[in-house]
T-cell receptor
Framework: DQQVKQNSPSLSVQEGRISILNCDYT??????FLWYKKYPAEGPTFLIS?????DKNEDGRFTVFLNKSAKHLSLHIVPSQPGDSAVYFC??????????FGTGTRLTIIP | DSGVTQTPKHLITATGQRVTLRCSPR?????VYWYQQSLDQGLQFLIQ???????AKGNILERFSAQQFPDLHSELNLSSLELGDSALYFC???????????FGQGTRLTVV
């Protein structure tokens, strides 16, 4: 039962444009959502998070949007840079439970 | 550098064998999580410890076990290894029982 889904395995975006990565979840109990970035042969690194009491959180070039009614969150990267090429995982948790991860989206930024 | 240390980085072993993966969490973090990433797949949660106690269990096989020691480091024991156990095993730690977790660089296990 995949409670957190990333339906796009890959995404290619021109450098300087906006990258939008999407994530859907099924468990309405989730109250905390995170995005991680992963380079090959490295562990995931935390990017940005959002609590379910908010619908938007910004950190520099990264913005996460949460639509609770649609059980959907997205990560916007503006402007996209070559160093943003990586696999992005969304994750969710509730209460004091562990993080549940999506399967990841491979983002490629085209120079 | 996340502050989470995993050893070894690479491990090659034969089917039927037993291995131990080690994780040192960030200083002050009480929660340790273990995740498995098989080829081109997402991160599958295995088990979580909080301050020495098992807190949550995921799809962890009975052949696998883990523990967290008084100094908060953790070990993941994998026994009767099968070819399908070949994967990247990540450890993560966090201050409490929720919120962002910080990941180690992983142990790549190859079972031949």
């Amino acid at each position: 039962d995949q409670q957190v889904k990333q339906n796009s395995p890959s995404l290619s975006v021109q450098e300087g444009r906006i990258s939008i990565l999407n994530c859907d979840y099924t468990n309405s109990m989730f109250d905390y959502f995170l995005w991680y970035k992963k380079y090959p042969a490295e562990g995931p690194t935390f990017l940005i998070s959002i609590s379910s009491i908010k619908d938007k959180n910004e950190d520099g070039r990264f913005t996460v949007f949460l639509n609770k009614s649609a059980k959907h969150l997205s990560l916007h990267i503006v402007p996209s840079q070559p160093g943003d090429s990586a696999v992005y995982f969304c994750a969710a948790s509730f209460g004091n439970e562990k993080l549940t991860f999506g399967t990841g989206t491979r983002l490629t930024i085209i120079p | 550098d996340s502050g989470v240390t995993q050893t070894p980085k690479h491990l090659i072993t034969a089917t039927g064998q037993r291995v131990t993966l080690r994780c040192s969490p960030r200083s002050g973090d009480l929660s340790v999580y273990w995740y498995q990433q098989s080829l081109d797949q997402g991160l599958q949660f295995l088990i979580q410890y909080y301050n020495g106690e098992e807190r949550a269990k995921g799809n962890i096989l009975e052949r696998f076990s883990a523990q967290q020691f008084p100094d908060l480091h953790s070990e993941l024991n994998l026994s009767s290894l099968e070819l399908g156990d070949s994967a990247l095993y990540f450890c993560a730690s966090s201050v409490g029982q929720e919120g962002e977790a910080f990941f180690g660089q992983g142990t790549r296990l190859t079972v031949v």
